[in-house]
Structure formats: C-alpha cells, structure tokens
C-alpha cells in the first residue's frame, strides 16, 4: 500500500522520559510534516523538511528534535517528555505540484500520553 | 496571519439531508484549500482540493467550492449517509503556496439513521 505510515500507533510514557515517533512514507514525495491535534482537537504544524532539509520550524520547545535520514523518512524525538506534550501527533507528506501547489497526505497518527 | 474559522463546531441531522459545511479564511491570497476528514482515533483523509483557479471540485456526493475573494469555502455533501458521521477540517497555506498549512478547529458532522 502507498501510504504514510508511523509507529508506534500509541505510547504511554511517564513524565521525564525520551521517546521517538517514526514515519516513513512510499509515495515518493519530497516534504515531510510532523503536526500536533491537542485535547481540543486543534491540529498545528510543528516542523516541516525537503529532500532532509529543515524549512519549517515552529516554536516548538527544543525538547522535540526532528531528524529525516533521507526524504522517505522523518522521526521526531521528544526529551524530558512533560504532561503537556499529551497529543496525537501526525506525520504527513507532500509533493509540489507543477502548480505550485502542495496537497498533503497524512499518517494514521500517535497518540501519546504522558503520566 | 492567516486565520482559519469553521462554524457550527458540530452539526447532528437525519439520513438524507443535503448538507453545507463553511469555512472562513482571512487571508485571501492563497493558492489551494484543502478539505479533510478525520475519523474518530484515525488520521485525516484528504477529500479535495481547490486551486485558487477552480472555483469547485466534485468527489462522488462532495462538492467543494472556493470564493477566494469574500475568504470562504463550502462543501456540499448530497444525500447524507451515517457513514458521513466524522469531523471535517479545511485549511489553507499561511500565504500563497505555502507548504505550511494552517487549519480550521473542524466541524463535527453527525449523521443519524
């Protein structure tokens, strides 16, 4: 299946812990999204990479640190993991169309939870 | 800064209903809207997407339309089904064709047999 694709689907962790999300996706595109839905289901952009280059980086503590090994993939990892940080993340990807356009696909999502 | 509003936050109606969802962006320069579904504990599901260029694009029962000019989006969706029942996002680039989107809060569509 073509698809963007994360793991895991669920982490529960406790407070003070290090944890990484991964997502890889087979579509072929050239950027990478991780986005976070809090409690009131408000989706966000954290950071976007193309072709492993940083372009996107919203104020995001830097306790989370993305890192895309090649354009197929993008992890973020997570320090010292707070009770605020509790979220689903999604990881999506995009090509860039001969319009200039970019149509977004995304992930199955993490649901974290930090006790 | 582009804002991105969608109201009702929900919406519950019988089976068969033909059904408009707005979206409201103030920022009018952009290049796209997109309009997504999420499920509940599921990713979102990409629907349509509008050029600036279109003013509409049709899937199936869904029909998207784009006002660019008065910053508004609608989808239509005919002859409502409960499987329709999910939250449906629009979102826009922050400006032009940014690849960074910026989303609505969503809509809580609830279709009742």
């Known amino acids: 299946d073509t698809a963007v694709s994360q793991t895991p689907k669920y982490l529960v962790t406790q407070m003070g812990n290090d944890k990484s999300i991964k997502c890889e996706q087979n579509?072929?595109?050239?950027?990478m999204y991780w986005y976070k839905q809090d409690s009131k289901k408000f989706l966000k952009i954290m950071f976007s990479?193309?072709?492993?280059?940083?372009?996107i980086n919203e104020t995001v503590p830097n306790r989370f640190s993305p890192k895309s090994p090649d354009k197929a993939h993008l992890n973020l990892h997570i320090n010292s993991l707070e009770l605020g940080d509790s979220a689903v993340y999604f990881c999506?990807?995009?090509?860039?169309?001969?319009?200039?356009?970019?149509?977004?696909?995304f992930g199955p999502g993490t649901r974290l939870t930090v006790t | 800064k582009q804002e991105v509003t969608q109201i009702p936050a929900a919406l519950s109606v019988p089976e068969g209903e033909n059904l408009v969802l707005n979206c409201s962006f103030t920022?009018?320069?952009?290049?796209?809207l997109q309009w997504f579904r999420q499920d509940p504990g599921k990713g979102l599901t990409s629907l349509l997407l509008?050029?600036?260029?279109?003013r509409e694009q049709t899937s199936g029962r869904l029909n998207a339309s784009l006002d660019k000019s008065s910053g508004r989006s609608t989808l239509y969706i005919a002859a409502s089904q409960p499987g329709d029942s999910a939250t449906y996002l629009c979102?826009?680039?922050?400006?032009?064709?940014?690849?960074?989107?910026?989303f609505g809060k969503g809509m809580k569509l609830t279709v009742n047999p």
């Open positions: 990479y193309n072709n492993k280059e940083l372009i």
């Open positions: 999506a990807s995009s090509l860039l169309t001969g319009t200039g356009i970019y149509e977004q696909y």
């Open positions: 509008i050029q600036s260029s279109q």
């Open positions: 920022d009018s320069a952009i290049y796209n």
């Open positions: 579509l072929g595109h050239d950027t």
């Open positions: 979102a826009v680039p922050s400006q032009g064709g940014s690849e960074k989107l910026v």
